[in-house]
């Protein structure tokens, strides 16, 4: 698997984040899906990273800076032909991994509360986030699992 810095212009990419867009919406309600688009996903506090299997798009990630010190995860998904292979188990570890070479301190995360998000809550939780207040411009909703670590 080949991980990638990605300018969200392949045609594939758009598809994988318009389904992770329609999923968020499935699967939550409309004041709680915090999924960011495309256009969102361009802003320069955020970098964006694809996963590969030589050239099928396996999954996706980012990173956003929140200040200096801290960031979050952004944008976790796995292409449904893909699940259950370690694409997002690698994801995350670049992010971690360019989380702690931009000198951050901390990395924390928003996802949802549902049992759609279990298998989420499961790989964060291994990686070694603990639940948290919300941060950010995040505020308490019952549809949403705040999760930090220090790095």
Not at 32 to 56: M, N, Q, Y
Not at 84 to 102: K, Q, T
Request: glycine share 6%.
């Amino acid at each position: 698997m080949d991980i990638r810095l990605d300018d969200l212009r392949h045609p594939a990419v758009v598809a994988l984040l318009q389904e992770h867009l329609d999923w968020m919406h499935r699967t939550s309600p409309p004041e709680s899906v915090h999924a960011l688009d495309v256009d969102a996903l361009r802003r320069p506090d955020i970098s964006f990273w694809t996963i590969w299997e030589d050239d099928v798009l396996a999954g996706c990630g980012a990173l956003r800076q929140l200040d200096a010190r801290h960031g979050e995860v952004k944008s976790m998904r796995t292409a449904q032909t893909c699940l259950r292979r370690g694409v997002a188990a690698r994801m995350l570890d670049h992010v971690l991994a360019e989380a702690r070479r931009r000198g951050y301190a901390r990395l924390s995360l928003e996802t949802g509360s549902m049992d759609y998000f279990a298998p989420a809550r499961a790989l964060y939780a291994r990686a070694g986030f603990v639940a948290c207040a919300p941060f950010g411009d995040y505020v308490e909703d019952p549809n949403s699992v705040f999760m930090t670590r220090a790095l």
